[in-house]
């Protein structure tokens, strides 16, 4: 939360004083004053999704020419969004490679956790120097536009159980939406949503795939 004057955090147990909150910590003021959090996220996430939707077409295309493998490379975005007096959120600016400088206890805390929980999100397999001349590119799945469907998603299913604090905004229950908004339309984007929202067990490559063999 900005203020007129910045007031440092000096307890990350103290995460709704200064002028740094922790979502946690928004979510407890708003509640208390009456303004309804998840209905305030499910806000963001809109932004967040179009915002994406927006672009894809354009990250499509040079990720197809200038990224030959899915693990090559991954990226953490910065939204700043502004809340007017009337509790509506408003995109200010979309920062690629936002700071994850810590200058407070909250800050270690918070942005700690959120580059373990992306890292093992997307994956990230340490590997001395001294034996990254083992690894072979060949261990690795060439980007394919569209892909094989099975092997996306059964990626994506190992991504999404890993994915820690990290939440799902798209392809999600509310993907039906976004349609007027997405020039590409991928099937793939709606496979993974049906098949993400028909299985309460989680398990969403197993189900695929034996429909895959039942076909």
């Not at 499509?60 to 959120?89: M, Q």
Request: net charge negative; with cysteine.
């Amino acid at each position: 939360m900005n203020k007129e004057k910045f007031v440092p955090n000096v307890s990350q147990d103290e995460d709704n004083t200064g002028s740094k909150w922790s979502l946690d910590g928004l979510k407890e003021h708003w509640n208390s004053i009456g303004v309804n959090y998840d209905e305030q996220m499910e806000k963001i996430y809109d932004i967040c999704v179009k915002t994406f939707i927006g672009v894809r077409k354009t990250v499509a295309a040079v990720t197809e020419r200038l990224v030959p493998f899915r693990s090559n490379c991954f990226e953490l975005f910065g939204f700043d969004i502004l809340f007017d007096e009337k509790y509506n959120p408003w995109l200010l600016e979309v920062n690629l490679t936002p700071s994850l400088i810590c200058d407070s206890p909250l800050d270690y805390k918070i942005k700690g956790q959120m580059v373990c929980d992306i890292f093992n999100m997307v994956g990230l397999v340490p590997c001395p120097m001294k034996h990254a001349e083992e690894f072979s590119a060949s261990d690795d799945e060439p980007i394919r536009f569209p892909g094989n469907p099975l092997k996306i998603l059964k990626s994506f299913q190992q991504a999404h159980e890993r994915r820690g604090d990290w939440n799902l905004a798209y392809p999600a229950s509310n993907h039906a939406r976004y349609e007027i908004y997405d020039e590409m339309k991928t099937p793939l984007n709606l496979f993974i949503a049906s098949h993400l929202l028909a299985s309460p067990d989680g398990n969403i490559f197993a189900r695929a795939k034996q429909e895959k063999e039942d076909d």
